[in-house]
Each structure stands twice: as C-alpha cells, then as structure tokens.
C-alpha cells in the first residue's frame, strides 16, 4: 500500500489500494457467478445452485423477490449482509 515508500500510508494510497481489491473481488464474483449460470442466462436457477451446496442450501433465503432464480443482485446483498454481520459480531 505504501507505494512510495514513506513510511506512511496516504489517503490516496490507502484509496487506490482499495479500489484495486474491491475491482478483484467483483472479477472473481462475476466468474464464480457465470460458472454457477451454466445456461448463462444471467440467473442461477434451483438446479444450477445444487452444485454449490451452501448456495442450495440458502436459496430460498438469497432469492428476495422469489422468483425461483437468484440475480447477481440478490447474490450480491446476501454476501454484503453477511460480511457486516460478520464485522458487527468482531467488535
């Protein structure tokens, strides 16, 4: 993070170092997402989510408007909860 070697981070290298792992996280979201959507019809249904079994287990808990598919979006909410869940019971 200490790009020049100061000794200190800045807020602009404390800033950039973020928004590089951030730009990683969503690239392997968005790869794990399209390998869970095999059709690749931009959802995962009941069928393709067996193939992760956590995710066939928290379907119905992870499809928000039930619609029997899970949306990048939906996906997306679930693991921000989680991960601030996660955060709140660490303090």
């Known amino acids: 993070m200490d790009t020049n070697k ?3 981070i800045s807020r602009t290298e404390f800033s950039v170092a973020m928004k590089a792992r951030l730009d990683r996280q969503s690239t392997l979201f968005d790869r794990a ?3 869970a959507d ?3 019809d931009g ?3 009941r069928d393709e989510a067996k193939v992760n079994p956590q995710l066939a ?3 119905d808990e992870i499809d928000a408007d ?3 598919q899970l949306s990048k979006q ?3 909410a ?3 909860s989680a991960q601030l869940n996660e955060l709140k019971s660490a303090r």
Do not use: K, M, P
């Open 6 to 8: 100061n000794g200190s």
């Open 57 to 59: 287990e928290h379907f």
């Open 33 to 35: 997402f399209s390998v």
């Open 74 to 76: 939906e996906l997306r």
């Open 66 to 68: 039930h619609d029997g």
């Open 78 to 80: 679930t693991i921000r």
């Open 38 to 40: 095999a059709n690749g």
């Open 43 to 45: 959802y995962i249904s």
